[in-house]
C-alpha cells in the first residue's frame, strides 16, 4: 500500500508556532481577492474562498471552524489541511499568470 502524498509532506511545526497561525493565514486569504474565483478543498468539500465567512478555533482542541456565509460549518481542521488548502491556492495564482 503506496502513502500518501500528504503523510509523506508531514514535518515537524517549528517551535511556538501554534494552529492560530493557519487561522489567521486563511482569515487574510479570504479577505484577499474575493472576486478571484479561488476554491479550496476542505474535508472533501470545495469551497470558494469568498465564501469562507470565519474561521475559529474549536473549542476542545487545536482543529480549526470555518464558517461559510451559507451557514454550512466545516469542523475539525487541522493546521495541515488549511496548510494544504493554503498552498493549492498559492499554487493556481502563480500558474494562472
Known amino acids: 500500500m503506496e502513502e500518501s502524498e500528504a503523510e509523506r ?3 515537524e511545526v517549528p517551535a511556538g ?5 493557519f487561522r489567521e493565514r ?3 486569504v479570504a479577505r ?3 472576486e478571484n474565483g479561488a476554491h ?8 470558494l474562498v469568498r465564501d469562507i465567512e470565519h474561521v475559529e478555533q474549536e473549542p476542545e482542541g487545536h482543529r480549526s471552524l470555518v464558517r461559510l456565509r451559507n451557514g454550512a ?3 475539525g481542521l487541522t493546521g495541515a489541511a488549511i496548510v494544504t488548502a493554503l498552498a493549492t ?6 500558474h494562472s499568470e
Open 9 to 11: 509532506a508531514q514535518g
Open 17 to 21: 508556532v501554534g494552529p492560530e497561525v
Open 26 to 28: 486563511l482569515r487574510q
Open 32 to 34: 484577499q481577492d474575493p
Open 40 to 47: 479550496i478543498k476542505l474535508q472533501g468539500e470545495t469551497v
Open 73 to 75: 460549518i466545516i469542523g
Open 89 to 94: 491556492i498559492r499554487y493556481r495564482r502563480r
